[in-house]
């Protein structure tokens, strides 16, 4: 039996990416086919790494051969991928910046900042993170880097920052440039400047996604970096609390403001339950109940999941690594999935190429 | 048997205050002496109705009365207080301001601050609670007052404003005059003016003791407060994570600065652990162990305990009642031991009347 290349295109043009609503061939996702024999392989170019469609996508692509063409053709497909990028986002080589917000402080606003990054990168991408939160740095401590400084080189008058890189990622936190044991009695321009930098005397390289953990609230800060930098989207952190979820519905009604616009790519809820680690079927909503889940109905955005606190008798918190990277547990798994699902987000609105601020949602 | 007056203050200055350090009657916390035969009955006059000590020093005097003079004497012992002030607050008929900060949000200030107010209460106190959190307002939620506005009446071209009354304390919070779906986008000065009104605008009576909810971190309120109103002491929530003690430790350093100098009262540990109401032998560390009271002890300040966190299964949080007015559990003992300890800080800190920053604390 001979098969050639148009009638694998023909048949792959029947699977559709389901969240972008065309067939894999318009999309010029298919890449790469070769035919010897029976034996056909062909490379998908998904449009993230973290993608959380991948296997369904895989199994659509080889369901489609061998109903259009054979079952007898050996199918070998390689997944891989390109992160798509919309527009220039200010920083050369970063294709997309990711802003992590919330409206109040101590939802662990960082630690999914954090663990978004480091569970893109597990996902494959390459991956920068930026730690804006003047008030309350957490990168340094959340891993391990608690008195180290960037290197900085001067380049034809300019100081060059090099991000520090730990468990794959790059990274710059404003707390390496303070002093931990001292209040910041910067007023805003000075904030402004010190965030900049972060960004423009940084060697970032190429990464698919640069995460920044910007402040609690609505300040400076979020007015610098979303004027400065075109921000692909927001994540916003609550808890089930009501009094997290009023703010946290004023930090999405910020950056929907026209003078900001940045699309919501949806709502983290994250110590959405305790679990003992003992009694992995115990639930304890201590801070409310689906709260961040109706937060995204009401607000019509996407909802990233839940991230529920887990922990055992004998643990103590800070261990100095993200969750995501340490052994299964239901937290790495929750985190792990939320990457996908902000993945999967800035792709469709990479896709669409428009700047309405709904557009992530339908 | 015949006793005198004489008798009695002469046995009685045998008892210490133990905070203060010196006897009863030179203290001038004897008062009503009534003697009827081999009866006799005297007040004694605490410094705070929420005195950790006092069934200590009701027993004191009781075993002074009976080594001194007889043990056949039929003693009442009428234990009452007088809250003690020290300075000008600033606020007429307002003895004491206690102020409630965290270097990190989220911690559960609000929750302290609110059930601070209302264990002193609880415990005989008058008391007001202002909750001048700009960005994060929590009272109107936490006491069920979402929507309220309070009445302010014109008096010679001045504007009253009348503080709710809930569950025996008086409260204003900012948020009764903002709307809880817009960010409030006020600057610094704004935000000055907004706060001191609600301290000289209001009619707050006779207070014991104002305690003031101040917004996360080390901001324009924080300056504009200590500055304003002559502070008598702070009190610093923090959970045990690393991340939230590092930033403890800057407010601490803020209101330790020659500046602002307002005496620290001590450190509370909240979240300490979480505890499922149905296990209550189970401590969960979630967040770490003994952060708070190691912070107190390196900083030398003292430690006002740890709250844990106690929930059911079926419990869901957002009662819309401060915890400490609910039924006994871990935490309402907890918040009564925290409030008692608190107001002694304060008597201690009156009795010695001395500005020094280090006064609470030897």
Chains 1, 2 share one sequence.
């Not at 063409?69 to 050369?92: A, F, H, L, Y």
């Not at 402040?215 to 952190?237: E, K, L, S, Y």
Request: aromatic share 6%.
């Amino acid at each position: 039996m001979v098969i050639t290349k148009e009638q694998v295109l023909q048949a792959l043009s029947h699977v559709e990416e389901p969240d972008l609503k065309k067939d894999l061939v318009t999309l010029n996702m298919i890449q790469d086919i070769h035919i010897d024999g029976n034996r056909l392989s062909f490379s998908v170019i998904l449009t993230t790494p973290a993608c959380p469609l991948k296997g369904l996508i895989e199994n659509a692509c080889r369901n489609a051969i061998g109903h259009f063409i054979s079952k007898d053709i050996e199918v070998s497909v390689n997944m891989t991928s390109r992160v798509t990028t919309q527009k220039n986002t200010g920083v050369p080589g970063v294709k997309n910046i990711i802003a992590v917000a919330s409206g109040k402080g101590g939802v662990g606003k960082s630690t999914v900042a954090a663990n978004l990054a480091l569970g893109l990168a597990k996902a494959g991408a390459s991956v920068g993170l930026i730690d804006a939160d003047i008030y309350g740095p957490s990168v340094p401590i959340m891993f391990g880097l608690e008195g180290e400084r960037p290197k900085a080189t001067q380049e034809n008058g300019k100081t060059r920052i090099e991000p520090i890189e730990k468990y794959g990622i790059k990274l710059l936190s404003i707390g390496f440039f303070t002093d931990p044991n001292q209040p910041v009695p910067w007023r805003g321009p000075m904030v402004s400047t010190a965030v900049k930098q972060l960004f423009n005397d940084a060697d970032w390289g190429e990464l698919d996604y640069l995460v920044v953990d910007l402040p609690p609230g609505t300040g400076d800060v979020h007015i610098t970096v979303t004027q400065t930098f075109p921000v692909t989207g927001a994540v916003i952190v609550t808890t089930p609390q009501n009094v997290a979820l009023a703010d946290a519905k004023k930090g999405i009604g910020m950056f929907m403001m026209n003078a900001i616009n940045v699309p919501i790519l949806g709502v983290v809820e994250n110590m959405a339950y305790f679990t003992p680690a003992e009694l992995p079927g115990n639930k304890y909503h201590i801070f409310g109940r689906d709260g961040g889940k109706k937060l995204a109905e009401q607000l019509d955005v996407p909802f990233l999941g839940e991230i529920p606190l887990v922990a055992s008798i004998s643990e103590s918190g800070d261990a100095g690594m993200p969750v995501v990277l340490q052994e299964n547990n239901a937290m790495t798994t929750a985190f792990m999935d939320m990457a996908r699902l902000v993945a999967q987000q800035v792709s469709i609105y990479n896709a669409r190429g428009v700047t309405d601020k709904n557009v992530v949602n339908n």
